[in-house]
C-alpha cells in the first residue's frame, strides 16, 4: 500500500496538491464526505465520498438509518426532493459519522461551506488500512500506471493493459475497453483491403470505357433539362469528373470486398467470442451467479400512486401506449427532416438554375448535392442529442420494474431512435432518390410545382458514397472534437480562471466534487455500434469507411481512457459477464448489412447493368457502347406546355437523352419500359437471391469453424478439472475427521446468462449512498 504518514506521500508520483492533509500537516486525506447545505426547510443534506485516488473504498459503515431512507448516501447536488426535516439529516449524518468512528476512520470537519457546499476530511490509520489492503491484495499504485501506460497518446499503438482496467474500473468497463481493442485490431484488415480497392479504381480509371464515353465530348449527347422552364440542356461530358470518380468506388473490385466484409463480420464476432471466454476465465467470471434484481424505486413509488387511481388494462395503457406512440412521432420527425432536406435541395436546384452565368449553371448539380449533405449531417447531429434525451424520458415513462429491464429498454430505444436518424438520410440515397422521379414530359411532381430529384447519369453511387462519408467523418469529428476534447478544455480553463478570482484557493476535494460523474457505458458501445453501422452496413459503397473507423478508433481509445482516468468520478466497479445486449445489436447489424450491400449493388450501382450490357447486348463483349445503351431518347416536341427551357444556349435540339430504359418516341409503344429493362430487373434480383445466400452461407461457415473456446484454453479447464477431481478423490479417502469442511459440497454450477452485479466485496457501500472522486493522474 502507498506510504500514507505525512507529506512523504507525495514521493508516490503521484501529485497531491493543496489541502489533502489534515490541519497537523501530518495525517493525510483518503476521502473526503461531502453535504449540500440549505437554509430552507425543503433543502436536502446529502452525503457523497471522494478518494484521492490512492487507497480503495474499504468503509464497511452503514446505518440503518441511512440504508431505510436512501437520502444520506445520494450525492450531493440530486435534483430528487428529500421528504426528511432537517433535524432528521442532521441525526442522519451524526449517525453515520458515528459509524465511520467506530470502524477505527478519523474525522476533521472543515468549518467553511463553499456555495452551500460542507466537507468532511476522512483518514484511514495504518493499522486499518494496511489490514484491509492485506484483504484486497493491494500492491501498487494502478491509477499511476493506467495514466502512463493507457491514457497517453505516446502509447496509441500499443496494447491495452485489459488486466489493469478491469482492476482499477471493474469488469464491465474493462470487457468495453476489450471489446473496443479486439474491433479496433480486426478493423486492420478490411482498412487494407478497403484502400487496395480504392488505389485498383485509380490505377484502372483511364481504361473504364464507360468513363471514357461520358467524358468524349465528340459523342455530343445532350441531356434534357434537370428542372422545368429555367433550367437548359447540358452535355453529358459535363459530369466527366463525376463519372470518373464514381468508377473508384463502383468498379469489379467492390463487389469482392462486400463477400469480404460479410466474412469478416462473421470472424470479429467469433473472435470475440472466444476472447470473452478467455477473460471470463481469466478474471474468474464463469461461476458468476445472476443475483435477483430489486425492484426500482421509483416503480415502487409509481406504482403506489398509480394503484390508488387506476386499476387493470388502463394503467397498462398509461405506461406502455404513450411511449409507443411518441416512439412512432420520432420516426414521422425523422422522415420529416428527411423529407424538408430533399424539398431544399429540389427548390435550390430550380432557383439556382436561373442564375445567367454558364460556369454557375454548370456547377448546379454539385453544389446543390454538396451544401444538402452538411445540412443532412446538422440535422443528424443536432436530433441525436435531442432523441437520446427523449429514450430517457420514455423509458421512465413505461415504469421498468428493476435496474435491468430499465438499461435493456433504453438501450434498444437509443440504438432504435439514433441508428434511424444517423442511417435514414442515407437509405433515401441509397434506395429511393431517383426511383419515383418519372420520366421527361411525365415527372412526378411534389406541391405540384417542384419535380421529384433524379441521379446523375453515372448513378447514384457517388452521391451515397459522399453522403455517407460526410456523415460517418462528420460525427467522428465534431462529436470527438467538439464534445470530448474542446468542450472539456475550455471548461477547465475557466475553471482556472475562478479559482484565481476566488480569495480561497480551491481544495483538492473541491476540484474532485465538480468533475463529471460517470453515466455509464452505454454512450460509449453507442458510439462504437453506430460506427459499426457505417461500416458494415453500406460499405459496398465507401471501402474507405474501415480505414477511417481503424483511425478514429486509436484515437478514441486514448481519449477515453483519459476521461475515465482524469475528467470523470471513478465509476462504481460492477461485475459482467458479458457485454450483454450489445452482442445482439452487433449480430442484427451483421446480418442486415448483407442485405444493404446486396440492394447496393443490385441498385444503386452501375455493376449489374454493366454485366448484362457485356453478356447480352454487346456486340463484341466489351464495354462499347454501354453510355448510348443506357440513355433513352425524349423528342422534344413532346414537353407539357410550360416545362421545356425558356431559354437555351444549345440550338437545335430536336431529341434529348435522359438515364432509363425506355421505348424511343419512334416506336409504338413509346416511353414504356423497353426489353433491356426488364432484364435489367431480373439480373438484379436474381444477383440479391445471389449475394445474401452466398455471404450467408460463407458466414456461418466460418462461424461453424471457428470453436467457441480456444484450444488453449479448453486445454487449461480440462487440467483444472482433472486437478479437481484428484483433489476430490484424495479428500473422499481421508477419515471424516480429516476432510475439509464443505469438501462433500458440489461445486457450484456456472452460469452463462449475462449478469452485471455491484462489486459489495470491492465497494462495500452501494453507489447510491458512497461515490468515489478521483483525482488526475
Not at 476489450?178 to 480497392?197: D, M, N, R
Not at 420514455?394 to 432504435?416: A, V
Amino acid at each position: 500500500p502507498p506510504n500514507i504518514r505525512g507529506p512523504q506521500a507525495a514521493e508516490s508520483g503521484i501529485d497531491l496538491g493543496p489541502g489533502l492533509f489534515f490541519a497537523d500537516g501530518k495525517r493525510k486525506v483518503d476521502y473526503v464526505l461531502c453535504y449540500k447545505y440549505k437554509k430552507r426547510r425543503s433543502s436536502k443534506g446529502r452525503l457523497s465520498i471522494s478518494s484521492n485516488g490512492t487507497v480503495p473504498l474499504i468503509i464497511p459503515v452503514r446505518s440503518e438509518t441511512e440504508a431505510e431512507s436512501g437520502e444520506a448516501g445520494a450525492a450531493a447536488g440530486e435534483p430528487e426532493e428529500s421528504k426528511l426535516t432537517e433535524e432528521e439529516k442532521v441525526l442522519m449524518r451524526e449517525e453515520f459519522e458515528a459509524g465511520l468512528l467506530e470502524a477505527g476512520l478519523q474525522i476533521e470537519r472543515d468549518k467553511e461551506r463553499v456555495n452551500g457546499l460542507g466537507f468532511i476530511r476522512l483518514h484511514i490509520p495504518w493499522s486499518i488500512l494496511s489490514r484491509e489492503a492485506e484483504l484486497q491484495k493491494i500492491k501498487v499504485a494502478v491509477k499511476k500506471i493506467l495514466h502512463e501506460e493507457w491514457a497517453n497518446y505516446g502509447v496509441m499503438f500499443k496494447y491495452q493493459p485489459v488486466d489493469l482496467i478491469r482492476k482499477y474500473f471493474g469488469e464491465q468497463i474493462g470487457l468495453y475497453f476489450a471489446w473496443l481493442g479486439v474491433y479496433t485490431q480486426l478493423l486492420i484488415p478490411p482498412s487494407v483491403l478497403g484502400i487496395i480497392v480504392f488505389l485498383y479504381g485509380i490505377f484502372t480509371v483511364d481504361t473504364n470505357v464507360p468513363s471514357l464515353e461520358t467524358c468524349d465530348e465528340n459523342l455530343n449527347i445532350t441531356m434534357c433539362p434537370l428542372c422545368d422552364a429555367v433550367c437548359d440542356y447540358w452535355r453529358l461530358s459535363t459530369v466527366c469528373s463525376l463519372a470518373r470518380a464514381s468508377y473508384l468506388f463502383d468498379n469489379g473490385a467492390t463487389v469482392f470486398f462486400a463477400i469480404f466484409m460479410s466474412l469478416w463480420a462473421a470472424c470479429f464476432l467469433e473472435h470475440w467470442k472466444r476472447r470473452q471466454m478467455c477473460l471470463k476465465h481469466t478474471w474468474d467470471l464463469t461461476s458468476l451467479e445472476d443475483e435477483e434484481d430489486e425492484l426500482r424505486p421509483e416503480y415502487e413509488e409509481a406504482l403506489q400512486e398509480k394503484k390508488a387511481k387506476l386499476r387493470g388494462f388502463l394503467c397498462f395503457f398509461l405506461t406502455n401506449v404513450p411511449g409507443l406512440c411518441f416512439v412512432d412521432f420520432q420516426i414521422f420527425v425523422t422522415f420529416s427532416a428527411v423529407f424538408g432536406v430533399v424539398v431544399y435541395r429540389i427548390c435550390m436546384l430550380s432557383v439556382w438554375s436561373m442564375n445567367p452565368d454558364p460556369e454557375a449553371k454548370a456547377s448546379v448539380r454539385m453544389t446543390v448535392t454538396t451544401t444538402g449533405i452538411i445540412l443532412n449531417m446538422l440535422v443528424v447531429l443536432v436530433l441525436e442529442e435531442v432523441y437520446g434525451a427523449i429514450a430517457v424520458w420514455l423509458t421512465e415513462l413505461e415504469l421498468p420494474k428493476t435496474e435491468e429491464e430499465f438499461g435493456e429498454r433504453l438501450i434498444f430505444k437509443s440504438f432504435f431512435l439514433k441508428s434511424m436518424n444517423a442511417f435514414a438520410p442515407i437509405f433515401y440515397v441509397a434506395f429511393f432518390k431517383g426511383r419515383f422521379a418519372g420520366r421527361p414530359g411525365d415527372y412526378v411532381y411534389i406541391f405540384e410545382d417542384y419535380r421529384m430529384e433524379e441521379c446523375a447519369p453515372p448513378g447514384c453511387l457517388i452521391e451515397l458514397c459522399i453522403q455517407l462519408s460526410m456523415i460517418m467523418l462528420g460525427k467522428q469529428l465534431i462529436q470527438n472534437n467538439v464534445f470530448e476534447i474542446l468542450i472539456p478544455y475550455k471548461l477547465a480553463a475557466e475553471d482556472e480562471e475562478n479559482e484565481k478570482e476566488e480569495k480561497r484557493q480551491k481544495q483538492q476535494f473541491d476540484k474532485d466534487f465538480t468533475l463529471e460523474p460517470f453515466e455509464g457505458v452505454s454512450p460509449e458501445y453507442m458510439e462504437m455500434i453506430i460506427q459499426y453501422g457505417f461500416v458494415s452496413l453500406f460499405v459496398a459503397s465507401f471501402p474507405l469507411a474501415p480505414a477511417f473507423a481503424l483511425l478514429n478508433n486509436v484515437i478514441e481509445i486514448r481519449l477515453d481512457a483519459a476521461k475515465f482516468v482524469t475528467e470523470i468520478r471513478r465509476p462504481d466497479a460492477v461485475r459482467c459477464k458479458d457485454i450483454g445486449i450489445w452482442y445482439n445489436i452487433l449480430c442484427g447489424i451483421s446480418k442486415f448489412s448483407v442485405i444493404t450491400n446486396a440492394f447496393v449493388i443490385s441498385f444503386t450501382s452501375e455493376f449489374v447493368p454493366r454485366m448484362v450490357y457485356q453478356f447480352m447486348y454487346s456486340v463484341n463483349g466489351t464495354m462499347s457502347g454501354y453510355t448510348e445503351h443506357s440513355l433513352s431518347y425524349f423528342n422534344v416536341s413532346n414537353f407539357p406546355p410550360g416545362t421545356a427551357p425558356t431559354t437555351t444556349l444549345i440550338t437545335g435540339v430536336n431529341m434529348c437523352r435522359y438515364k432509363d430504359y425506355r421505348d424511343p418516341p419512334w416506336e409504338p409503344d413509346a416511353y414504356t419500359f423497353s426489353k433491356q429493362y426488364w432484364s435489367v430487373l431480373a439480373a438484379r434480383l436474381a444477383f440479391v437471391i445471389f449475394f445474401q445466400n452466398l455471404a450467408m452461407f460463407l458466414s456461418m461457415l466460418v462461424a461453424w469453424m471457428i470453436p467457441d473456446v480456444p484450444r488453449s484454453l479448453r486445454d487449461q479447464l480440462k487440467k483444472e478439472n482433472m486437478a479437481l477431481m484428484e483433489v476430490k478423490t484424495r479428500c473422499s479417502t481421508l477419515p471424516p475427521r480429516q476432510r475439509a469442511p464443505g469438501s462433500e459440497e458440489p461445486p457450484a454450477r456456472p452460469s452463462h446468462s449475462s449478469s452485471c452485479v455491484k462489486l459489495g466485496d470491492r465497494n462495500p457501500p452501494p453507489p447510491s449512498e458512497l461515490k468515489r472522486n478521483d483525482t488526475p493522474g
